[in-house]
């Protein structure tokens, strides 16, 4: 069974449109959430990281954890055609300020921005 | 500042041959890690390093073994490569402690025939 889970799309989503992605987790004890973007043929870049309950702004972007439910979704506001990509979910299972920051990705959504 | 280099970017290996993913991180990295991408699998790691002179097993160490060498380079060896090691690898390294970012390479694709 998969520990982090997201669905694979594709998710289309016209210009300037919110693009909502989802992500659960079946870990209790992660303490830390990152959303990763790939392009087609590059490596993840990260997004942002959150650890807290509830939402992180940065910029067009705003990560929301919800540790009740095991869940984390990622916003993009006014999307563009350049934030079409796959982004990555992945849970820290070593905990927080663990000696090593080992992550469990989820598969990934496929995100097409149309025009 | 070149961060994390990964050589080579393209390989094909026959069934069989051996080789190794080098790997090297130029940010006073402590941890370092490999991972595979398959299609429909995500990431999975391979092995990790939490510092220099320890490595771990990950989620699919089978076939490969690791060498943390210094703490810059972190080298994957495909000891006899098998067509289910056909993947892109990626290498990572990131500080310890805290919910840090993993900086990742630019990626090997690995075609074993």
């Known amino acids: 069974q998969k520990e982090v889970e997201q669905n694979s799309g594709p998710l289309s989503v016209p210009e300037g449109a919110i693009a909502s992605l989802n992500c659960t987790y079946s870990?209790?004890?992660?303490?830390?959430f990152f959303w990763y973007r790939q392009y087609s043929g590059k490596s993840p870049e990260l997004i942002m990281f959150i650890y807290s309950n509830g939402d992180k702004e940065d910029g067009r972007f705003t990560a929301q954890l919800n540790k009740a439910s095991q869940y984390v979704s990622l916003l993009i506001r006014d999307s563009q055609p350049s934030d079409s990509a796959t982004y990555l979910c992945?849970?820290?299972?070593?905990?927080?300020?663990?000696?090593?920051?080992?992550?469990?990705f989820g598969t990934g959504t496929l995100l097409a921005v149309q025009p | 500042n070149a961060g994390v280099t990964q050589t080579p970017k393209f390989q094909v290996l026959k069934t069989g041959q051996s080789m190794t993913l080098q790997c090297a991180q130029d940010?006073?990295?402590?941890?370092m890690y490999w991972y595979r991408q398959d299609p429909g699998m995500g990431l999975r790691l391979i092995y990790y390093?939490?510092?220099?002179?320890?490595?771990d097993k990950g989620e699919v160490p089978n076939g490969y073994n690791v060498s943390r060498l210094n703490k810059r380079e972190f080298s994957l060896r495909l000891e006899s490569a098998a067509p289910s090691q056909t993947s892109v690898y990626f290498c990572?390294?990131?500080?310890?402690?805290?919910?840090?970012?993993?900086?990742f390479g630019p990626g090997t694709r690995l075609t074993v025939t």
């Open positions: 992945a849970v820290n299972m070593g905990g927080y300020g663990g000696a090593t920051n080992k992550l469990i």
């Open positions: 870990d209790r004890g992660s303490q830390s």
């Open positions: 390093s939490a510092s220099e002179g320890t490595t």
């Open positions: 990572a390294s990131s500080r310890t402690g805290g919910p840090v970012e993993q900086y």
């Open positions: 940010m006073n990295h402590n941890s």
